[in-house]
């Protein structure tokens, strides 16, 4: 069976790509398609097989604009010849799903959220914009969304990647979707004991508006108590201009640093919403607790008294009441170690081979697991 998988865009390794890895791993010997492909930011895994972008990769800058390319992006999926694959797996964030299979074959769609630009998040992203960005999303957001709604059609099955993100595409495309939940590395981190946890609390993700980190810092700057954050992104700047000085904005940092800051805060801080959310169960499988926002992915993974607790409303004062109320309870790092494991890789690669198996018919694929070691 030759099988097809198609990326949005392959600029950097994030959530979306670590999907794309499992599922190099389901199929080694699948064909990759993309928008964009810059080679040097990507794993050895993914760069093994074949990737080929679209036209969109031979334009100006693509790798650092590639978004500026959207309106382009339906005609470069539909000039894709898939006709020789009996198998299609989209993995749809940014355009993926939109590409014509040949009749006969299967088509599925993993989708980690329809396009939030010119969905959920369409009024935000608008209003954010600069003034010729406002003038002109409108048409194209309009147009963007006829197309998207229409190829929703060109897909067999779809499967989201949580709850909420198949609420979506019963409200967007009005279609049914089984969930199956992204991999996690969990093997990567592991807890430490007791006496080496630190007083300090601790923020991580890109930093950009949606996922309300200038909430964390403002909470601790009133608080006076420690933070760390760490992360890149558009509101890196502003936050370390706001932090107070028991606040610490570290910017992006490597690996290690991030597994022993996971593992050695008092509680993960995840004040956005989002469509699933893989730092909340790496901080679980680091033994800590997570206290989040009590919207989106994350109440699918957190177990409230349990491995964390929730607040529900997005303000400074209901962030500073839960973190005071999780102060006064007890929380067992194995409890938070054993749920962040029934998310690991592992279980994503035996859910969707047996899935994708069941769809065309065949037994699942032999997968080639991953080596952990720390």
């Not at 074949?50 to 590639?66: D, E, G, H, W």
């Not at 309009?142 to 595409?169: C, E, G």
């Not at 959310?277 to 409230?304: D, F, K, W």
Request: charged content about 20%; aromatic content about 10%; hydrophobic content about 45%.
């Amino acid at each position: 069976m030759k099988v097809a998988i198609v990326h949005y865009w392959l600029v950097g390794m994030r959530g979306g790509e670590k999907v794309l890895e499992a599922l190099c791993r389901i199929y080694p010997t699948a064909d990759i398609f993309t928008h964009v492909y810059d080679k040097a930011a990507m794993s050895a895994l993914i760069n093994g097989h074949s990737v080929r972008p679209t036209f969109i990769n031979k334009l100006p800058y693509a790798r650092r604009l590639y978004k500026k390319y959207l309106p382009l992006m339906p005609m470069a999926l539909e000039q894709l010849d898939l006709s020789q694959y009996d198998l299609v797996i989209s993995s749809e964030s940014g355009p993926a799903k939109g590409v014509i299979p040949n009749a006969p074959a299967m088509h599925i769609c993993y989708c980690h959220s329809p396009m939030r630009y010119i969905w959920n998040m369409y009024h935000e992203y608008h209003r954010k914009s600069g003034a010729l960005t406002r003038l002109i999303m409108p048409p194209i957001a309009h147009y963007l969304r006829s197309w998207d709604v229409s190829t929703a059609s060109r897909v067999d099955h779809f499967v989201a990647n949580s709850n909420t993100v198949a609420q979506r595409i019963n409200s967007y495309y009005r279609r049914a979707a089984t969930v199956i939940h992204p991999p996690v590395d969990t093997f990567s981190f592991r807890p430490v004991s007791a006496g080496e946890v630190e007083d300090y609390y601790l923020m991580v993700g890109e930093l950009v508006a949606y996922k309300r980190p200038e909430l964390a810092v403002e909470a601790f700057n009133r608080m006076k108590r420690k933070l760390v954050v760490i992360g890149g992104g558009e509101m890196l700047d502003h936050l370390r201009k706001i932090a107070g000085p028991t606040v610490s904005v570290l910017g992006a940092q490597p690996f290690d640093a991030l597994r022993h800051h996971y593992a050695r805060c008092r509680a993960l801080l995840f004040p956005g919403e989002e469509d699933f959310g893989i730092v909340p169960l790496e901080a679980m499988a680091s033994g800590r607790p997570v206290i989040a926002y009590g919207r989106g992915g994350a109440t699918e993974t957190v177990v409230a008294g349990k491995t964390g607790m929730f607040f529900h409303e997005q303000g400074v004062d209901p962030l500073i009441d839960a973190i005071e109320q999780f102060e006064r309870l007890d929380f067992n790092p194995s409890d938070a170690v054993a749920r962040a494991n029934d998310f690991a890789t592992s279980v994503f690669i035996d859910k969707f081979a047996a899935f994708a198996a069941a769809a065309v018919g065949e037994a699942p694929p032999k997968a080639v697991r991953p080596v952990h070691s720390i």
